[in-house]
């Protein structure tokens, strides 16, 4: 193998696909050195505040000694083992947790590698859940437009056909049913109308839904939607009232992002299926699991073949489980509530006078969550070069300019963060 020194920069941009563009004329891309803390440290020293905690994970930021730690006592165990036949106390530890930090109802936990195939995991768990009580053509899932659960084939199923990025697929993917998205400002009353394209939609196929899957009060990546709590309350009580189960997608919202552990919580409901990924382990490595209530695992035991028939190779990796129970540890011993407090009141002051703007259509904010909505998409190359120049890092997609910084944030760095989101919108008025 040839060793020699070579341009890795410009061998990336000939060979390499990155998320969400072309493989021959790709967008351009910023080569990261290192980071640590709310710092990202480009190749040519140029430093970054990070507003994106890395897709929405990195919570306690990068480079965190507990979590490093973590990691380098695993290695010196077992980086992994299968998990089949096999147990290690890192997974059996991190389950705990999560049925301790969760809806008391929620009692099994399914360990998977990322935030998509949990949602593929708490599909079929839901399939054969009908399955198993004699109701196989009970095999489709009601969700809401507006919604986005992963790039796998089942979960593009169920994202919005339009803001979903997946229309490409839409002949090659189960057909599944969309309730209107709801749009009741969640700090406002809610108008129990709102839910009447609901339920004509699932009144209409009842007889084929065995699940509702739903992102709870925030609508990720499909247009990052906040809706009322209430919406989600009556969704629980239909699921409940039809025999239909409910999936909350607490992927993106999970481990405090809205200002509650779960988002499933400002609306007081327990789900019976629940899937968890991202900043399960701080944004270090890739993991997520999915949880569900006793009546589900019990009746999938009781139905044929009686196993839960899913199984990656990588579950319950123990390099990943003891990164996320490390996590979990600085996350609960932190006072982030109070943080995500603070970091939703800087961004709801901050941010305001970003409405005032002709190109602006709203601006909402929900935790640690800042959204600017504009009326036209944003040309991603040059509006990314244009934040890298004024030292930030924030990845807008379509019309979205949005802020998710970790929870460690200083006000500072806040400041240098929508002082350049507000800068650049100006221009684009």
Not at 77 to 106: E, N, R, W, Y
Not at 116 to 130: D, G, P
Not at 193 to 210: V, Y
């Amino acid at each position: 193998m040839n060793n020699e020194p070579f341009d890795w920069v410009q061998y990336d941009h000939d060979h390499i696909w990155h998320p969400y563009t072309s493989p021959v004329n790709p967008h351009p891309v910023f080569p990261v050195k290192s980071a640590s803390g709310c710092t990202i440290t480009l190749e040519n020293g140029q430093n970054l505040i990070d507003g994106m905690s890395s897709w929405w994970s990195a919570i306690h930021g990068y480079n965190h000694p507990v979590l490093n730690a973590a990691i380098r006592a695993q290695l010196e165990d077992m980086a992994h083992i299968m998990f089949g036949g096999l147990t290690h106390k890192p997974a059996v530890t991190l389950a705990k947790k999560l049925i301790d930090l969760s809806s008391p109802a929620l009692k099994h936990v399914f360990f998977s590698d990322s935030g998509s195939v949990s949602v593929e995991v708490a599909m079929k768990m839901a399939i054969q859940w009908a399955a198993s009580k004699g109701q196989p053509s009970k095999n489709k899932f009601l969700t809401l437009e507006g919604g986005y659960h992963g790039d796998t084939f089942g979960a593009m199923s169920v994202c919005d056909p339009v803001t979903g990025m997946h229309g490409l697929y839409s002949n090659a993917l189960a057909k599944q049913f969309f309730a209107p998205k709801p749009v009741n400002d969640p700090n406002g009353d809610w108008d129990p109308s709102e839910f009447d394209g609901f339920t004509k939609i699932a009144e209409q196929h009842l007889h084929e839904i065995c699940a509702v899957i739903l992102e709870p009060i925030v609508q990720g990546a499909g247009g990052m939607n906040f809706y009322h709590s209430d919406y989600l309350k009556a969704v629980r009580h239909f699921c409940t009232e039809n025999n239909v189960l409910l999936i909350v997608d607490e992927i993106a919202t999970g481990f405090g992002r809205t200002g509650r552990m779960f988002a499933s919580e400002h609306a007081g409901v327990s789900p019976d299926i629940m899937c968890v990924g991202k900043s399960l382990t701080g944004g270090y490595m890739s993991l997520a699991a999915t949880l569900c209530n006793q009546e589900v695992a019990d009746t999938i035991a009781d139905g044929h073949p009686g196993v839960f028939m899913h199984g990656p190779t990588f579950m319950a990796n123990p390099l990943a489980c003891a990164c996320a129970d490390a996590s979990l540890e600085v996350l609960l011993s932190s006072d982030w509530q109070n943080n995500v407090l603070r970091i939703e009141k800087f961004l709801k002051t901050a941010l305001q006078p970003a409405s005032e703007l002709t190109t602006v259509k709203n601006v909402r904010v929900l935790g640690a969550i800042g959204v600017i909505e504009l009326f036209s998409p944003v040309d991603l190359p040059k509006i990314s070069r244009e934040f890298v120049s004024h030292g930030v890092w924030v990845r807008p997609f379509g019309k979205l300019i949005y802020l998710m910084p970790p929870y460690i944030i200083r006000d500072d760095e806040l400041e240098i963060l929508t002082r350049a989101v507000l800068k650049i919108i100006r221009t684009l008025s």
